[in-house]
């Protein structure tokens, strides 16, 4: 069964610093794509980064990048030069290929809180 | 682009009702997922609907239900509430092999 852990329940960072949230995973599809969300205090899931298991590249988007290590099963989030805005809860997620094609498991999530 | 609409935002109900939660999904996206969302549990998956049929289910009750329309908009049903339903309720749409897109959610008090 699929599952997705991330051991971080909440971190801090200073402001304009770089932070890594951790995540990984557990899957026995060799076709899986790994997604990052951010959910503000007022509930809404934005999606930030994906990474699809083939992707030779590790995927970046602005100010974040996913460190892909493939064998090591773990695809974690670096957040660079963190900004006040971005204090939030962080989701690790995971969708198999095959018959599962839109069933996204969820880790527990990363509470983040960036100080000024 | 309109993104993912989900209707009402707030809703308090009574053990034993039932409620009824909808969703509309982006322009041209097909898939749409339910998930709940409590403290104790997290993310968790209900249930997606493609093209009206339902494709992959979670482990919830009965009590759970949805259905897909021909126009892709989605509604969920939860039969005789009970305290721990208590939850947000996050309605995501997607297409092809697309990232999810949430809507903002319903938050439902059972009382």
């Known amino acids: 069964a699929q599952k997705i852990t991330q051991t971080q329940p909440g971190m801090f960072v200073q402001e304009k610093e770089a932070v890594t949230l951790d995540c990984t995973y557990d899957?026995?599809?060799?076709?899986?794509?790994l997604f990052w969300y951010k959910q503000p205090s007022s509930g809404e899931m934005i999606f930030l980064i994906y990474?699809?298991?083939?992707?030779?590249q590790n995927a970046t988007e602005g100010r974040y990048s996913l460190n892909f290590q493939k064998a090591r099963k773990s695809a974690n989030l670096v957040i660079s030069a963190s900004q006040l805005g971005d204090s939030a809860m962080y989701f690790c997620?995971?969708?198999?290929?095959?018959?599962?094609?839109?069933?996204?498991?969820f880790g527990p999530g990363t509470s983040l809180s960036v100080i000024p | 682009k309109a993104g993912v609409t989900q209707t009402p935002r707030y809703l308090i109900k009574t053990r034993g009702q039932q409620v009824t939660l909808s969703c509309s999904p982006i322009?041209?996206?097909?898939?749409v997922s339910w998930y709940q969302q409590t403290p104790g549990q997290g993310l968790q998956f209900l249930f997606e609907?493609?093209?009206?049929?339902?494709?992959n289910k979670g482990n919830f009750p009965g009590r759970f239900s949805g259905r897909q329309f021909s126009n892709s908009r989605s509604e969920m049903n939860v039969s005789t509430l009970e305290l721990g339903d208590s939850a947000l309720y996050l309605c995501?749409?997607?297409?092809?092999?697309?990232?999810?897109?949430f809507g903002n959610g319903t938050r439902l008090t059972v009382t």
């Open positions: 997620a995971m969708r198999e290929g095959g018959t599962s094609y839109d069933k996204v498991i």
């Open positions: 609907y493609f093209s009206e049929t339902q494709r």
């Open positions: 995501a749409s997607s297409f092809s092999s697309s990232p999810l897109h």
């Open positions: 899957t026995s599809d060799p076709s899986y794509g």
């Open positions: 990474q699809g298991s083939y992707d030779q």
């Open positions: 322009s041209g996206h097909r898939s």
